[in-house]
């Protein structure tokens, strides 16, 4: 019997320690502080429009109107999920190991859906 995940047995002691190897080898918590700055940085140059918070890449965008046709736009239309908080915040949920390539592209997906619905 393998027990449980957190009742501290050789396998998970193994798991728990492999997912930490993962994170320091491959930088994950910079990469984490790199690309978040980015990302709100790059937010903050589009609009004044909504407010841009977070640290690392736990990010929150907090719009003046609802954001239901946004997050819908960007996730029907550019296949990008956002997570939500309330009616007028998107929380963006990316893997530590976002990329900027992959950063960009969220980017100009969001500057597309911003523009076209803030012109409405």
Partial sequence: MLGTTFGGNHL???????????????????????????IMKKLAEISS???????GLMIGIEFKF?????RNKLL????????????NIIRLLPPLSLT???????????TKVFTDISTQ
């Fill in 12 to 38: 998970a002691c193994a798991a728990g320690i492999a997912v930490l190897d993962v994170i320091k080898n491959e930088k994950l918590v910079e990469n984490a502080e790199f690309i978040g700055n980015y």
């Fill in 49 to 55: 429009d909504y407010e841009v918070r977070g640290l």
């Fill in 66 to 70: 609802p954001i239901k046709d946004l």
């Fill in 76 to 87: 029907f239309e550019h296949g990008i999920f956002t997570g939500v908080s309330g009616q």
């Fill in 100 to 110: 900027t390539e992959q950063a960009d592209i969220f980017l100009a997906a969001f």
